[in-house]
């Protein structure tokens, strides 16, 4: 068995959250991938691994875990020496607070359930579950403009060093391109984003580059 093992989507936001922060934590792992697009969340499968229907799952340390922002703490807990929290208790929770505007609340209302619920028992055609997605996205991007126009001006959210709250609004805005939502009306979220691409975790852990024919020939 893999020392670390990920049980992840290339276009899963909340996976990509967990590859960044264990590329930053410098932690070796392997992925598999749990194909969302075609329901292997569901399966029995997958069944096995965790009741949670949903990546990203980890296994390390000879136990599984879920739920993004509890492996990031988890992953902070045991290897500190690269931390994603900065050292202030108000800070923390300001950063904590930042991470959550889209891991509690803007990315659950786009996950695929809630958009096969939309499609399946509401009838909600293509356009408009896109519509849908764009909107909490867009709205996502707004409350994070508001936050970062309030932080002192740093490279990062949380000032020299990136951590959670840059690893959420990365993921966000992972989000809004893959939904094709415009980041012009917000200029501070678009100066953190060209800094996180700059950082190799990002880079190397961002869905456009896990995306099944990113690599292929036109
Ligand atoms: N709050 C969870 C999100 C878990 C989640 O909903 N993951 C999505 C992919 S980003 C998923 O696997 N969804 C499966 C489904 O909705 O059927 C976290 O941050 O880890």
Redesign the pocket.
């Known amino acids: 068995m893999a020392e670390i093992r990920l049980y992840g989507?290339w276009r899963?936001?909340?996976?990509y959250?967990?590859r960044v922060a264990l590329r930053l934590k410098g932690l070796h792992f392997e992925e598999r991938s749990?194909d969302?697009l075609a329901?292997a969340?569901?399966s029995d499968e997958f069944a096995q691994v965790t009741a949670?229907?949903?990546?990203?799952v980890l296994e390390i340390d000879g136990t599984t875990l879920?739920?993004?922002?509890a492996?990031l703490e988890y992953l902070e807990e045991t290897r500190p020496e690269v931390p994603l929290l900065p050292a202030d208790p108000r800070e923390r929770a300001a950063a904590r607070s930042m991470a959550l505007a889209t891991?509690?609340d803007a990315?659950?209302l786009i996950?695929?359930?809630?958009r096969?619920y939309l499609s399946e028992r509401l009838s909600l055609g293509h356009d408009g579950i896109e519509a849908w997605g764009r909107h909490w996205l867009a709205e996502g991007l707004g409350t994070f403009e508001r936050l970062l126009s309030r932080r002192p001006p740093a490279p990062f959210a949380f000032g020299e060093r990136v951590g959670i709250a840059d690893i959420a609004v990365g993921s966000h805005v992972a989000g809004a391109e893959l939904f094709a939502v415009p980041l012009d009306p917000y200029p501070h979220v678009r100066g953190l984003a060209d800094a996180l691409a700059e950082v190799d975790a990002f880079a190397q852990s961002h869905p456009s580059r896990l995306k099944p024919d990113a690599n292929a020939h036109p």
């Open positions: 989507f899963s936001l909340a996976s959250r967990v749990v969302l329901g969340q569901l949670l229907r949903a990546v990203p879920a739920q993004s922002l492996i891991i509690a990315h659950p996950v695929p359930r809630v096969r």
